[in-house]
């Protein structure tokens, strides 16, 4: 039976028990999209040093962003950069808009999230603050049909023993925390 639809403030109450079934995080659906390689590799908790470098960098573009107006919310898989309870808008801040396909997918795997656990009507949007680039997202149907083709999808790489082989073209690798990882032979 469908939940009825619950406010921004009811959302934004939340806990981790009550989106406890949803494991797979919005960052692993970012990398399905940037290279499927990373998603595996970050799946099985494989980190390194340049990415302790690039959350750090990401985490003092989004704490010069938006220090007032909204609220962070940190349900594990869901998590959401900054949710305006009010307008019941879900904010993403990015440091720079050259994956801007899987920052996309990240958002609508939120909004589809939330959706399933009672938000109906929420709007997402990003934002590259050093670009000065905002744009604005609604989950359509055709997006949670992918979206659960998507996560099937996610679910079976992960669960491979080994990573996907092959690297992606270099200019792509430059920027992906995995680069030594992948690129030193
Ligand atoms: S360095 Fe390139 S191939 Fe390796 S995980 Fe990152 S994007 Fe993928």
């Known amino acids: 039976m469908e939940e009825s639809s619950k406010t921004g403030e009811q959302i934004s109450d939340l806990n981790q028990d009550e989106i406890g079934d949803i494991y797979i995080t919005g ?73 801007s ?16 656990k009672g938000a109906r009507d929420l709007t997402g949007k990003i934002h590259y603050p050093r670009q000065k680039e905002t744009y604005t997202i609604q989950l359509t149907k055709q997006h949670e049909e992918k979206l659960s083709q998507i996560l099937d999808e996610i679910k079976l790489i992960i669960d491979k023993p080994i990573p996907p082989q092959g690297r992606m073209k270099k200019s792509i690798c430059s920027s992906c925390s995995y680069f030594e990882f992948c690129w030193v032979d």
């Open 101 to 116: 396909k899987a920052h996309e997918w990240q958002v609508l795997y939120y909004l589809y999230v939330l959706k399933q």
């Open 27 to 99: 960052t692993q659906v970012n990398f399905y999209f940037h290279c499927q390689r990373q998603l595996w590799l970050f799946s099985h908790l494989i980190r390194t040093e340049h990415e302790s470098d690039l959350v750090l960098q990401g985490r003092l573009v989004h704490e010069n962003s938006f220090q007032r107006e909204t609220k962070e919310i940190d349900l594990g898989a869901i998590n959401l950069d900054f949710f305006d309870v009010k307008a019941g808008v879900l904010h993403e801040v990015k440091h720079s808009p050259s994956w």
